[in-house]
């Protein structure tokens, strides 16, 4: 039997077919139905919501900010649905479902994935002691909507330009967005004014707090954590123009702003953006499938 795990494999006809491992993901860019079969496949994977069984992978690439939703009815086993981000076997996972989709189907709904790859895994749910693993025949439902319009009011960033509501000026025409701008930057991070009217200000404002990675960071011009770095992925950002002098936006990853990762002792990335390494060529931290 070929060894689908093994790289040297990969482009066998037989592993293609397969999709068993994240060297063969099957390579997907739009909407559509994908059918497999998983009996016999070993467990590699697992997730948060179940796996235990063998799974099938696919690579999702988008190249535009697109409403995408999942699902896999129509299979015929109890299924596991996950979505990881950056790394195939390591990237972090972004969504996990069992069951949302009825019965033993599963359902993953994004309102927004950014231009990347994202990495689906179809997996069986469990592997029970009596009847054995959840595997068998397969359908993946993929569903992309790319360049969705932002819906003003929502609290989200529909439209994929990292600004929700207010801040974005495709609202600017609402009449509840009069004088309402991006709460962005050290200037309006202090001011105690809600500058995109979302109802938070300042420090309260995920555009002023930014990262998850440095909860204890603001976007106010000080060292807060105090570890000799000030602001550090704190301030919200779309484009380097919006960070301080010497900052850039890291685009590809945290949509914030921080001295490049190539200045930091250590690479920062996989803390600050699980799945990511840094980048010589552009400063950033960068997704690795």
């Known amino acids: 039997m070929v060894d689908c795990f093994d790289p040297a494999c990969k482009n066998t006809d ?3 077919e397969r999709k068993e491992a994240c060297v063969t993901a099957k390579a997907i860019s739009a909407s559509g139905s994908f059918t497999g079969n998983t009996s016999g496949f070993i467990n590699v994977q697992t997730a948060t919501c179940g796996g235990k069984a063998g799974e099938a992978v696919y690579a999702l690439t988008l190249t535009s900010p697109s409403r995408v939703i999942l699902d896999t009815k129509g299979s015929q086993f109890d299924t ?3 979505v990881r981000t950056g790394a195939c076997n390591q990237g972090q996972e972004i969504g996990c479902d069992d069951d949302s989709g009825g019965s033993w189907d599963s359902k993953l709904e994004f309102t927004l994935l950014y231009p990347g790859t994202y990495f689906i895994f179809v997996d069986g749910f469990t592997v029970d002691q009596m009847v054995g693993p959840d595997e068998g025949k ?3 439902n993929v569903d992309v909507t790319p360049n969705p ?3 003003c009011g929502n609290g989200k960033d ?3 330009d990292h600004l929700a509501d207010c801040a974005d000026s ?3 025409k609402e009449p509840k967005c009069a004088n309402c701008k991006p709460e962005i930057g050290v200037k309006a991070c202090t001011d105690g004014v809600d500058n995109d009217c979302d109802g938070l200000t300042d420090g309260k404002d995920k555009d002023c707090n930014a990262s998850a990675a440095y909860p204890a960071e603001m976007c106010n011009g000080k060292d807060d954590n105090s570890n000799q770095i000030v602001d550090e992925f704190a301030c919200g950002c779309s484009k380097s123009s919006d960070c301080a002098k010497g900052e850039i936006c890291f685009t590809h990853t945290v949509f914030a702003c921080s001295p490049p990762c190539t200045q930091f002792a250590g690479d920062i990335c996989p803390f600050a953006a699980p799945g990511s390494v840094c980048s010589k060529q552009t400063g950033e931290c960068e997704y690795q499938n």
Do not use: R, T
Request: proline share 0%.
């Open 158 to 160: 529909d439209d994929g």
């Open 149 to 151: 319009k932002e819906i």
């Open 80 to 82: 596991a649905l996950y």
């Open 14 to 16: 037989f592993c293609k």
């Open 170 to 172: 495709d609202c600017a």
């Open 138 to 140: 397969y359908v993946l």
